[in-house]
């Protein structure tokens, strides 16, 4: 009696007729990524970890918050996005902010690029002693080299505006 309806593959269309194709979705989601979004819908529990990998005691291995951030923007998850958002923003130091602030991930998010920014301008002189900025810039290869160069200049203009603006009133 059930045997029909509970067919793998096998669903009735509008006319009535039963369809046997199976319905694949293809989706460019990694598997560990897609194994956390799953795991989020079924328990509405994500782990985010400062340095992805860790298997946890229950659920799936952790794995990069930009990567949940986006997945779960494609997939129209919001309130995983924002869960992602709010740790990637929670999470910037004056170590890891120069790779993330010149990253193509911050390039394609705004949102996310406008809080990196404002962490960069704020913390800007503390940044450039870390040993993390220097081997950035070290290591930055050619064809990116000119690119990340215009930005962090903008980016230091910007910043240093108000002491210019305080510089030129002392001296008025």
Excluded: W
């Excluded at 990069?64 to 998850?77: F, S, T």
């Excluded at 910037?92 to 960069?120: G, K, V, W």
């Amino acid at each position: 009696m059930f045997a029909s309806s509970f067919s793998e593959g096998a669903y009735s269309l509008a006319t009535g007729e039963t369809c046997t194709h199976k319905r694949v979705i293809s989706t460019d989601i990694d598997f560990d990524t897609l194994h956390n979004i799953l795991h989020y819908l079924y328990t509405n529990q994500i782990y985010f970890h400062s340095k992805p990998g860790k298997q946890q005691s229950t659920g799936p291995t952790t794995v990069d918050a930009q990567r949940i951030y986006e997945a779960a923007d494609r997939l129209l998850l919001t309130d995983l996005k924002f869960k992602a958002e709010d740790f990637l923003n929670h999470t910037c130091d004056i170590q890891n902010i120069t790779p993330r602030m010149f990253s193509e991930f911050a390039a394609r998010h705004e949102d996310l690029n406008i809080s990196y920014r404002y962490f960069f301008r704020t913390h800007l002189s503390s940044i450039i002693a870390t040993p993390k900025f220097d081997e950035f810039f070290d290591n930055l290869e050619d064809p990116d080299a000119h690119k990340v160069n215009a930005k962090f200049r903008k980016l230091v203009q910007i910043a240093l505006c108000p002491m210019k603006r305080l510089e030129t009133m002392a001296s008025e």
